[in-house]
């Protein structure tokens, strides 16, 4: 399995000057997860608490997903010049959490090209002064220079792109953590960056901007390509069984219990208490086990 194969692999660069440290796993030859760290957005991570993918190509390099400011793009930028020579051509959002977009003027800058479904533009839009307010509080002066900065070309469903000889299904399939997450299949290669779609290793999030019901539709519409390789939003790279068991069996959980607890009449303050213990080994359980209750209740109570 993927896990065991990157563990001896894997390495980890520094994040040059910027304090950073992100943790570089090899997938298949020319394709590498960068992993960033499960803590909370901090002036060190610069807001690239995430997974995100990179891709070398003869003809340039795509990266998905930019990082979370434009100091977090430098230092991410900083990781790709140890890994290819190949300038990145393109960057993919792949939702619409800060991480996924908020890096995309430093990329643009630098002449890259930004592809995002409009479901995701139209989030980033509607958050962009939530998301920078809430960036001002975690990052401080390490928000120097981040700027909203939208995608140059938009899909609503899917799009293919084709560089140098590798070939990028990118496909919206409905809302998920976030309302535009897509997810990225290189089908040659049998390797699928799933964005916000999959975590693992530690316990997904589930806020206003998502829909539960519509992830686990969206989930299963990526599992069905049947990728060996799986590149989550965040953790680190895995294989569809333990994306399944830490993404998708939660969610099912937390839908199942929560339903029981509604249809029995009960409050949110209960539905908050449903036993979640067979997932507690997740990284951050209890910071947000009992939010995510919370946030299935209220998503359920209107369906």
Do not use: C
């Not at 070398?56 to 977090?72: F, I, K, N, R, Y």
């Not at 139209?122 to 981040?146: I, V």
């Not at 929560?258 to 009960?266: M, N, S, T």
Request: charged share 20%.
């Amino acid at each position: 399995m993927i896990r065991t194969i990157v563990t001896v692999a894997s390495l980890v660069l520094p994040g040059f000057a910027f304090g950073q440290s992100l943790d570089v796993q090899p997938v298949v030859p020319g394709i590498w997860a960068i992993v960033g760290p499960t803590a909370q957005r901090n002036p060190d991570n610069h807001a690239n608490n995430a997974t995100f993918g990179l891709v070398e190509t003869g003809a340039g390099a795509v990266l998905v997903d930019p990082g979370g400011s434009w100091a977090g793009a430098e230092a991410l930028h900083g990781v790709v010049r140890g890994l290819t020579d190949q300038p990145v051509k393109y960057v993919i959002n792949t939702g619409g959490q800060d991480h996924r977009w908020l890096g995309n003027g430093y990329w643009q800058a630098q002449g890259a090209t930004v592809i995002a479904s409009e479901a995701a533009v139209m989030d980033h839009k509607d958050r962009a002064s939530l998301q920078m307010s809430a960036l001002t509080h975690f990052l401080g002066d390490g928000l120097e220079g981040t700027e909203p900065s939208f995608a140059n070309i938009t899909f609503e469903t899917e799009y293919q792109l084709d560089l140098g000889q590798k070939s990028f299904e990118i496909m919206h399939r409905g809302s998920a953590h976030t309302l535009g997450d897509s997810f990225v299949w290189l089908q040659d290669q049998e390797v699928m960056f799933t964005g916000d779609i999959v975590y693992v290793d530690r316990m997904l999030g589930i806020g206003p901007a998502g829909d539960s019901a519509s992830w686990l539709e969206a989930f299963d519409a990526m599992a069905a390509f049947g990728a060996k390789h799986i590149v989550p939003g965040h953790g680190r790279a895995t294989d569809m069984e333990q994306a399944r068991a830490e993404t998708r069996d939660y969610l099912s959980h937390l839908r199942s219990e929560i339903g029981k607890v509604i249809e029995a009449g009960g409050s949110i303050e209960e539905g908050t208490h449903i036993d979640q213990s067979q997932f507690s080994y997740l990284e951050v359980f209890e910071q947000i086990s009992r939010k995510n209750a919370q946030n299935v209740y209220m998503q359920m109570e209107w369906e």
